[in-house]
Nanobody, 126 residues
Framework: QVQLGESGGGLVQAGGSLTVSCVASGRTLTTLTMGWFRQAPGKEREFVAAIRGIGWSGDFTLYADSVKGRFTISRDNAKSTVYLQMNSLKPEDTAVYYC????????????????WGQGTQVTVSS
């Protein structure tokens, strides 16, 4: 089993930057493809970014069009941690950000991810 825990959320002004982190326990992070999703009030959870684990085919990273060029996903397998660096933040980025993990390549489909964290709140003020 895999347990995921997010941290680093907070309040930031529009145009600012913030990095959220996710630590995995119970299983090595190396082979897991890791993803970030977000959910704003009254909206469905949506894909943000994903980064491929070792041994899977396909692209190394995948981003939603809404965040491409502004957000960067990265990982540190030695620390069992995945990061989401968010730059040029907009009020519409306000959401609870969830960390997720799967066995397989990068995909932007929520149902393909087996493990989920509890989420961390990111609020962008205008």
């Amino acid at each position: 089993q895999v347990q995921l825990g997010e941290s680093g959320g907070g309040l930031v002004q529009a145009g600012g930057s913030l990095t959220v982190s996710c630590v995995a326990s119970g299983r090595t992070l190396t082979t897991l493809t890791m993803g970030w999703f977000r959910q704003a009030p009254g909206k469905e959870r949506e894909f943000v970014a994903a980064i491929r684990g070792i041994g899977w085919s396909g692209d190394f990273t995948l981003y939603a069009d809404s965040v491409k060029g502004r957000f960067t996903i990265s990982r540190d397998n030695a620390k069992s941690t995945v990061y989401l660096q968010m730059n040029s933040l907009k009020p519409e980025d306000t959401a609870v950000y969830y960390c997720a993990a799967r066995t397989g390549g990068v995909v932007g489909v929520m149902n393909e991810y087996s493990y989920w964290g509890q989420g961390t709140q990111v609020t962008v003020s205008s």
